[in-house]
């Protein structure tokens, strides 16, 4: 194993532990807020800025609880477990190919709920949550990063050009991340013209 490969688990456990912490906290913030809004449905939340930037319109919605409970209870299971497997990782600990799979597969469900998230909040309940766009901001990286990481350094069992093409954009994901945030502020600014309600 190279020397860049041999770095890879530190650079990724720092991300797990950082993602992890910043997608806890945000959960967290969005449970206290729904707390709020249960305890008295006109109370105006910290994070409800306007009509365009607030939580308090996903918060109620059936979108912000699509399995019945309230989204954020979902990012309180999760992240936690992100920082603890970094902090693993950091403490020296290598986890089997099967581990990394599963993982990835978490990571693809995230991802895919922040799409579908996304969409309905620009296009269906055409609002911006504050602490929502936190978790989208570390979901997006995470899902490059579980991935790559994966199918590049872990001990899973893949085809040699799958892994070396997986290992080369490991170094990309930076790169595609933002090019992700500019689709959502492209796709944001033409539906709800955020920059006209600012200015």
Known sequence: MDEAVAKKPLSLAISLIVFGAIGAYAAFALIMDKIALLENPNTSLNCDFSVLVACSTNLNSAQGQVFGFPNPVLGLAFWPAVAAIGVALLAGARMA???WALFSLAATGAFALVVWFVSESIFSLRVLCPWCMVTWAVTIPLFFIAWFYTLG???LSV????RSSSAKMFSWIPLITIVCY?????LAQWQLDVLGVIF
């Open 97 to 99: 190919g099967w581990f």
């Open 182 to 186: 500019l689709i959502i502020a492209v």
């Open 153 to 155: 350094y872990s001990k």
């Open 159 to 162: 085809p040699a050009r799958l």
